[in-house]
């Protein structure tokens, strides 16, 4: 079992940053992949950008150029560094990692991002 916990959400202006933190209770290096994931209200929860094992990164369309995700091996930690938020982007982000087996899934509680217009 794998425990992740999300941090770093919060109230921000349109065009305004913010940094989430997901710290996992095990070495990252046994995850395949991890990511972060997003659900407005009403909407399908969401990929919002994925890291590998081997650093490669992908990110949805509507935040490719605004949000960076990266990771800290030593901290176990990966982040996701939000840049000219827009209010469409308001959500509960979750983290998500991926382990080695097949179906290996493990998801954070979430945190809440509210950009205001």
């Known amino acids: 079992q794998v425990q992740l916990v999300e941090s770093g959400g919060g109230l921000v202006q349109a065009g305004g940053s913010l940094r989430l933190s997901c710290a996992a209770s095990?070495?990252?290096?046994?995850?395949?992949?991890m990511g972060w994931y997003r659900q407005a209200p009403g909407k399908q929860r969401e990929l919002v950008a994925h890291?590998?094992?081997?650093?490669?990164?992908n990110y949805a369309d509507s935040v490719k150029g605004r949000f960076t995700i990266s990771r800290d091996n030593a901290k176990n930690t990966v982040y996701l560094q939000m840049n000219s938020l827009k209010a469409e982007d308001t959500a509960v982000y979750y983290c998500?990692?991926?382990?080695?087996?097949?179906?290996?899934?493990?998801w954070g509680q979430g945190t809440q991002v509210t950009v205001s217009s």
């Open positions: 095990r070495s990252i290096f046994s995850m395949n992949a």
């Open positions: 998500n990692a991926a382990g080695l087996l097949p179906g290996t899934v493990y």
């Open positions: 890291i590998t094992m081997g650093g490669s990164t």
